[in-house]
């Protein structure tokens, strides 16, 4: 049996109390590559600021920063002030964001049921974290950022997606 099947029946609207972003993976060394990378980061920074103002806990991570690059600084406002609120940037060395860290504070959020996933690297990074959070029994619901699209999906296997 198919997880998605079973979890259809969790998938509703989003409500402010038990919703968290989390965004993945938009480094300054991947945007030179990214097709359209402004949109990427205006989009980014247009997530970041709906997270900071509806007060919804919003998670960072960065793959192998060393190598990467930190996350960019265009997905904020003020990056120093978000993060500062919000808690550093988690850094991987795996594919899913769903490491020990992120899974910690993930646990401490009791409420939350739904993520708003948003990244690059959607084939790898965002795929893999939406596929580990329906097996903790969250509701991903995403932006994915990559290349020239910008696709939404559900949980349920509706997907769509625009060209930029």
Known sequence: MSVIPAMKSSVGKLAQSS???MLCDIQERFMPRIHNSKTVLHTAKLLTQVSDVLDIPCVVTEQYPKAFGVTAEAC???KTDFL???GLPVEKKKFSMIVNDVEEKLKG????KSIVLFGVEAHICVQQTALDLL???YAPIGCIFDNSTISY???NGE???CKF
């Not at 959020?109 to 939350?112: G, K, L, P, S």
């Open 153 to 155: 999906f559900h949980v």
């Open 19 to 21: 919703t968290c972003f």
């Open 135 to 137: 097996e903790r029994d």
């Open 84 to 86: 500062d609120r919000k």
């Open 76 to 78: 904020f406002e003020n």
């Open 159 to 161: 997907c769509g997606s």
């Open 109 to 112: 959020w009791t409420d939350v």
